[in-house]
């Protein structure tokens, strides 16, 4: 009877043990003075993972390369930049929280950059608590409250920029006067009657007329969909959808008979991955695609010292990649999200939270991709995302080539933003 | 006191003292990831419970996670259109749950255990689908942002945004709360009248017992309990949307009553719970890309040498060791 | 309606019945819905995959060959994996704890980018006026060819003949000499080479990476509970309505068609459970 007893203790003990074990020994070392930590979650498992491993190495590379001159210089100190990656395979909320978490408690990261997957809302609580700042996209940022969360910027406008990637597409194809917008929709939600005064707009200023078409989530087989968008006249379409969908809608496009561009939201895969989607080289030509790299931007001005540190990236990343050029996203949310961070520590001369943002928020910052003045108060309550010059690429035989660009300077522009009139 | 009493109240010293231990812990390891893992592993042992109590009655709930999705968004709209306290918001997301499966319930529970399977399955896929589309109530995709509550007690004040400590005690309460129902229901006649339903329902109906109507009973239980647990882990995410709830999400609640044992109707849910949950998170945070594959193997594995569940361990642990004794004490002979 | 629409509504219909008669026959054999069904269409994508499009082997050749690997994997899944387990809600959990080994593993030895099958039958036919896909004729016409050949291979043969008394009544069946067991392996084989060998006919339609058994799998299922549980017949009039929904409705009203495929399934559901053809369980 005793020994039972024992044995059962031992038990729990032996399990207590296992458990406590695995938690990380609570007292550090004390670190080295003057580290600047930042934390990125991003995909690394499923599907989306070909995103976060395109972009992992060139942010690793950016931080090697700041290290290497001495430190990010901070007021009169020169932080070493330590950069910590979490899977979060932004279509699973939970797991991109776990990831927030493990970055925050356990990392102890002082930002969180380069965060586009749609689980903003849940993540933004955790940021704000614990005065992290949260560079992320705006395509999730539907909740957005200015009170609630005042350690978030945006430095990635994917809703607001669309509009004027769209543009520049058609400023680049004279001859198509009939844009389609489609992508998946959610909802009851009347869009095309809340676009319409945007599309009026549209007309307007550029003198293309829109048509939408939008398709229920997961859904894979576009063919329906491609026919009645050529019934309704559509010459070029643009598209919210993932490289998946996108490469699927040209594959069955080409089935179909139908040429037209097809634009993206984000930027283009490797082409050797596009072709994998699309089905052959022909069928994926005119596919176009956020296209970043600032050594190629033409309508923006790029401070010296980023086009330079760009330059170096570029260079490094091809010296360790048998001269592939680095994937054109990382240049999109990666890397300039973390200069966003790192500039607005250097402006505050601090890194302390709130003083950061006192200076990002409607402040003007220098980025790799041009020099923008945060905007946003109007429709966001708050100035805090940035511009972005909505380059656009096409693919043209077996390369991602530049086609146009239309920058976004203000948030707050009509034809930039309709998340307002949804509001509405 | 004799030997006798004190094998016969062992159980109920261990679970004190599992219990103390569990209220003790936060306090002592400070690890904020841990402590949330664990506040998550809560919310699921809450849904394996749920899926345990169906079960329990004789059917397979695979869709669990629309009671999730209903008691996540009526808490959320009660928290934030309505403005109620916390604890009645978490009540209200029970009721509402409770409410739905029973009016659900009384239709599709006469159907054979496969087909209520699948049609649980597809309600399961539907809700989500509700979720997205009915942008006027859950305001699809972009979901509903909760305020962290502000909870007042006499002079002391928690607020719920800067520490999620409270929570921990909170959603342990509510486990311990759900635990005590379950296993007294199970304890009690219609613990026994439930299982009879299950494994002997043609003999039962015979008796005079009317299935349909235990089964209901389990049903709107498990969804109750649910509908809190969903209502609270919106409170945790400050969030609700359509994300959240994955028709995987349901399988999980499966997976985790085998592994850790069917035959029980509360320890075994638990224990499941909280190791899927566990292991899950942190496989994910150290293997990344290697997790898929690693938490189907290990489920496999572990269903293969334990197919009862991890509850077992607990019987056949004491006599492994006692073996091992054994073995050491035969003599040279025996030496290993 | 445009004669693509058609076409199209065939195409996936041809997915969706081949898929689902797969999952019914496994079903008859294994007593459980299995859930890693699905996977068996990605690997079969993936066969074919390194058969035609790296290797070069002919297209006919490399469906037949995806077949016989795919079911082949399928028998020692059933054999050595599920069999040992006596219960019903282990194997379930058994069943989908492989979605994610499969896919864990496929990640692994083939990586996650998406790859391409190009068609074997490029280019477009001109049939009455009408310019048609010959990539989706011809799917169309081979996985006709296949329903047929399996229906004629059940109803028509003896061997057909002894796999439905051994999935009707096993042990009667057993007394008049047939070698249930055999039969079963063969059953297993054949319902997870169809499950392949609709991924290899749809792979030139889409792409092939890890995770594009997920979808299938839905499909398949919602056709056999529309079809009816046991009935191959139903499987296939299921993957009709169900192809028919995602084309042409899909065309007419847009939006709302997978609402409408799943509200079909709860209707069923609520009036006659068992399916169109199902037989009734009391």
Sequence with gaps: MKRQVIYIALAVVLILAIITSCVAPAAKAPAPPKILKIG?????????????????????IYR???????????????????????????????????????????????????????????????????????????????????????????????????????????????????????????????????????????????????????????????????????????????????????????????????????????????????????????????????????????????????????????????????????????????????????????????????????????????????????????????PVVFGFPCAMSIIKGNESVYLNEEPLWDVDHPLADVTDLIKK | M???????????????????????????????????????????????????????????????????????????????????PFWLSLLGAGLSSAIVAFLLGIVILRMGGLYFSIATLALGEIAIIIAKNWDNVTSGMTGIAVNAPLVKIGELSINFATTKLPYYYIILLLVILAALMFWRIDRSRLGTVVRSVAVAPVMSEQVGIHLMKYRVIMFTLAAFVTGIAGAF?????????????????????????????????????????????????MMQIHLEGLRPLVFGVLVIVLIWFMPNGLVELQYRFPAWIKSLFKKKGKGPDAAA | MPPAIFIDSLVLSSMYILMASGLVLVFSIMGILNFAHGQFYMLGAYAIFYLFQQAGINFFVSLALSAAIVGFVGILIERYIMRPIGQPVQAVVIT?????????????????????????????????????????????????????????????????????????????????????ARVSTLVMGIGCGLAAL????????????????????????????????????????????????????????GFWSQLISFGIVIVILLFRPQGLFGQSEK
């Design chain 2, 2 to 84: 004799d030997k006798a009493k004190i094998k016969a109240k062992l159980p109920l010293i261990l679970l004190l003292a599992f219990i103390t231990f569990t209220i003790i812990f936060p306090l002592v390891v400070k690890d904020r990831f841990l402590i949330s893992i664990l506040i998550e592993a809560g919310v699921m042992c809450l849904f394996a419970l749920g899926f345990a109590a169906v079960f329990r009655s004789g059917q397979f709930s695979l869709g669990q996670a629309a009671f999730l999705a209903v008691g996540g968004y009526t808490g959320a709209l009660l928290a934030s259109k309505a403005g109620l």
């Design chain 2, 233 to 281: 882990y919106v409170y945790y995410l400050s969030w609700v949307g359509p994300p959240l709830f994955s028709g995987a999400q349901s399988t999980v609640a499966l997976i985790m009553c085998v592994i850790g044992g069917l035959w029980s109707a509360v320890s075994g849910p638990i224990i499941g719970a909280i190791i899927v949950s566990y292991f899950g998170t």
């Design chain 1, 64 to 382: 090697d390369l700041i290290n290497a001159d001495g430190g990010w210089q901070v007021g009169d100190d020169k932080y070493i930049i330590e950069l910590y990656f979490a899977d979060g395979p932004i279509f699973s909320i939970p797991a991109d929280v776990a990831a927030a978490r493990s970055l925050i408690y356990d990392k102890q990261v002082s930002a969180i950059v380069s965060y586009f997957g749609i689980g903003y809302s849940a993540v933004a609580p955790i940021t704000t608590a614990e005065k992290v700042i949260l560079n992320s996209s705006t395509i999730s940022m539907g909740t957005f409250n200015t009170e609630r969360e005042p350690y978030s910027i945006f430095g990635f406008p994917a809703v607001e920029m669309s509009i004027n990637q769209a543009m520049a597409v058609m400023e680049a194809f004279p001859q198509y006067k009939t844009l389609c917008w489609t992508g998946t929709k959610g909802g009851n939600v009347d869009i095309e009657k809340i676009y319409a005064p945007v599309d009026e707009e549209i007309q307007k200023k550029y003198g293309v007329r829109s048509i939408r078409l939008y398709y229920p989530e997961g859904t894979t087989n576009y063919t329906p969909y491609l026919i009645k968008m050529a019934e309704m006249g559509a010459e070029v379409l643009f598209s919210f959808g993932t490289p998946l969908e996108i490469g699927l809608m040209a594959r069955q496009r080409h089935q179909l008979g139908y040429k037209w561009p097809i634009a993206a939201n984000g930027a283009i895969l490797d082409t050797s991955i596009v072709k994998g989607l699309a089905g052959s080289e022909e069928a994926m030509q005119n596919i176009c695609g956020d296209f970043c790299y600032p050594w190629l931007l033409k309508k923006v001005q790029i401070a010296p010292r980023y086009m330079d540190m760009a330059n170096r990236i570029r260079a490094e990343y091809k010296s360790k990649n048998g001269g592939k050029e680095p994937y054109a996203g990382a240049f999109g949310v990666g890397v300039p999200t973390m200069g966003h961070y790192l500039e607005g520590v250097q402006m505050a001369g601090t890194t302390d939270p709130d003083k950061v943002m006192k200076v990002l928020r409607g402040g003007t910052v220098e980025t790799f991709l041009g020099k923008y003045t945060l905007s946003g108060k109007e429709t966001y309550g708050s």
């Design chain 3, 96 to 180: 989908i704890a492989l979605i994610s080994v499969f896919e864990g593993l496929i990640t692994l030895i083939a990586g996650p980018a998406p790859r391409s099958v190009t068609s074997a039958f490029p280019g477009t036919v001109s049939i009455a006026g009408v310019s048609l896909s010959s990539e989706r004729l011809a799917t169309v016409i081979i996985a006709v060819l296949l329903i047929a050949a399996l229906y004629l291979f059940i109803q028509r043969t003896r061997l057909g003949l002894a796999l439905r008394a051994a999935a009707q009544q096993p042990v009667a069946a057993g007394l008049f000499g047939i070698q249930v």
């Design chain 1, 40 to 60: 990125c979650a991003m995909p690394f498992s499923g599907s989306a993972s070909l995103w976060g491993e395109s972009i992992r190495p060139v942010m690793e």
């Design chain 3, 198 to 253: 609709a991924g290899a006919i749809m792979a030139p339609m889409f792409y092939v990476d890890p995770w594009i058994g997920g979808q299938p799998l839905v499909m398949a299922l919602l056709a056999i509970v529309i079809g009816g549980m046991g009935s191959l017949g139903g499987a296939v009039v299921g993957g009709i309505i169900l192809g028919m929904i995602g084309s042409i409705v899909a065309y007419y009203i």
